[in-house]
Nanobody, 129 residues
Framework: QVQLVESGGGLVQAGGSLRLSCAAS????????MGWFRQAPGKEREFVAA????????NYADSVKGRFTISRDNAKNTVVLQMNSLKPEDTAVYYC??????????????????????WGQGTQVTVSS
């Protein structure tokens, strides 16, 4: 198993940037497909981005495509979500998630939070107008 801790959230003005990091503990980090999800007040948790085991493939929600970039460094057990051109609608608690999955990140299951086995505690991102 793996334990996840997010960091890097905060308050930023619209158009600004934030870099979220997810630090994973334990071994076999490279056996996990990693994802970022977010949950706004009163809304369901939604998919943001995912990255394959070796980092060679990525998948993004349409709402963040072109603005956010997910990356991973398996040597450092770290996943990063670089968020640029932030909008007020990006305001949410952002969660790092992991699952033992070796398939394509373009598989529809990648977008569903219930398929992930491990979750961080979340980090708040607030984007002001």
């Amino acid at each position: 198993q793996v334990q996840l801790v997010e960091s890097g959230g905060g308050l930023v003005q619209a158009g600004g940037s934030l870099r979220l990091s997810c630090a994973a503990s334990g071994r076999a980090f490279s056996s996990y497909t990693m994802g970022w999800f977010r949950q706004a007040p009163g809304k369901e948790r939604e998919f943001v981005a995912a990255i394959s085991l070796g980092g060679g493939s990525t998948n993004y929600a349409d709402s963040v495509k072109g603005r956010f970039t997910i990356s991973r460094d398996n040597a450092k057990n770290t996943v990063v979500l670089q968020m640029n051109s932030l909008k007020p609608e990006d305001t949410a608690v952002y969660y790092c998630a992991a699952k033992l999955y070796s398939g394509s990140v373009y598989d529809p299951t990648t977008k569903y939070p219930q398929t992930y086995n491990h979750w961080g505690q979340g980090t708040q991102v607030t984007v002001s107008s």
